[in-house]
């Protein structure tokens, strides 16, 4: 359940991203959509908020690492960057949970990171998320399945 959405059952967070006019990361999810559209319409013509964009990776037929993802407001960023911003945001977030838990646990080297992609994605949407992992750092041997 969303946590920005209380009250709304078995609803996936948004694949919404924020960054902000520099292209650093600034929220996901629930967090980036509500925070974009309380902006200033002026101030949100500078920054980058993409919506739903994972789709976007498997129904891009010339997909390659140059391929461009536009935000709503229409700037460009490459679609790489993107996801690297999102799968960074997830292990950070999966990391704190997990620390959480069990303060006392090694970070390196004690986490082995499982990328899964949907079956029905073409080779080259599979390498693209390869790479985006290896963008994130630390993703040494990335399995995608």
Known sequence: MGRGDPGVANQKTPTSL??????????????????????DPEEAREWFY??????KIHS???LTMKTELEAVNGKK?????VFAHALRF???HAVQELKDQCPSLP?????RWVLTVPAI???????FMR??????????RVTTW
């Open 90 to 92: 997830f292990k950070q």
């Open 107 to 111: 970070e390196n080297d004690a986490i």
């Open 18 to 39: 924020l960054l902000t006019p520099e292209g650093t990361f600034h929220s996901f999810g629930y967090t980036a959509r509500d925070y974009y559209h309380d902006l």
């Open 121 to 127: 994605w073409k080779q080259p949407a599979k390498q």
């Open 131 to 140: 790479e985006a992992a290896y963008k994130v750092g630390e993703l040494r």
């Open 50 to 55: 993409f919506e739903k964009f994972k789709m």
């Open 77 to 81: 960023m490459p679609a790489l960057e």
């Open 60 to 62: 891009t037929s010339d």
